[in-house]
């Protein structure tokens, strides 16, 4: 049976729960890189991830590094990563690789209200050619340091509150039906 305040807690969360922006994690190796963006997306009111493991098998993410938000989120894997953009796509995303390669606009000069998908690469080897050819744009956080590029987790990190805070002015929210099947889901967790 779930308490009265389990449930305001589940209604409180997916009242908050965006529509029109996710994560793409293509190869990512390290699973506490892995936990912590989860947590981010979780944070900022993610409720899809997607994960692409097309060159690197898909590590295990422990429930203690992802502080309990894995089972919240709907984590949807693909073999490849044109199969994840053909999902994306259909759904009305706009596809924006993080990289350093090429000519990447500024991460401040991104509109982040309309449906996004953002794409975070491998720690060591960067996006993929495809990843990065086949998105609708590439981007990059401005550094003025000598470290050329931040650990993925905090570039999510950094990303998604910008996201966050640009939603914020107009708030995309789940459709009370997605909500409701959201809930749902989520009562047989709690």
């Known amino acids: 049976m ?3 305040a389990r449930r305001k807690r589940l209604l409180q969360v997916a009242a908050h729960r965006q529509r029109g922006l996710t994560v793409v994690l293509e190869n990512i190796w390290d699973p506490h890189n892995i936990a912590a963006i989860l947590r981010t997306c979780d944070a900022v009111g993610i409720q899809d991830v997607h994960l692409v493991y097309d060159r690197d098998t898909f590590p295990g993410i422990g429930a203690k590094a992802a502080a309990g938000v ?3 989120l709907h984590i949807e894997r693909h073999a490849t990563i044109v199969a994840c953009y053909r999902v994306l796509r259909r759904a009305g995303y706009r596809i924006l690789a993080s990289t350093l390669a090429g000519k990447p606009i500024s991460l401040y000069r991104l509109k982040l209200r309309p449906p996004t998908a953002l794409v975070f690469c491998n720690e060591h080897h ?3 050619d495809a990843a990065a050819r086949l998105a609708d744009g590439t981007f990059r956080i401005p550094q003025v ?3 050329q590029s931040l650990n ?3 570039a999510a ?3 998604l509150y910008e996201a966050f805070r640009q939603r914020q002015r107009a708030p995309t929210r789940l459709s009370k039906p997605r909500r ?4 749902r889901a989520w009562h047989k967790l709690a």
Do not use: Q, Y
């Open 157 to 159: 990190a950094v990303t």
């Open 152 to 154: 993925v987790s905090v």
């Open 2 to 4: 779930i308490t009265m």
């Open 145 to 147: 340091g000598f470290a």
């Open 126 to 128: 960067g996006a993929s």
């Open 70 to 72: 894995k089972k919240w």
């Open 180 to 183: 409701e099947r959201l809930l």
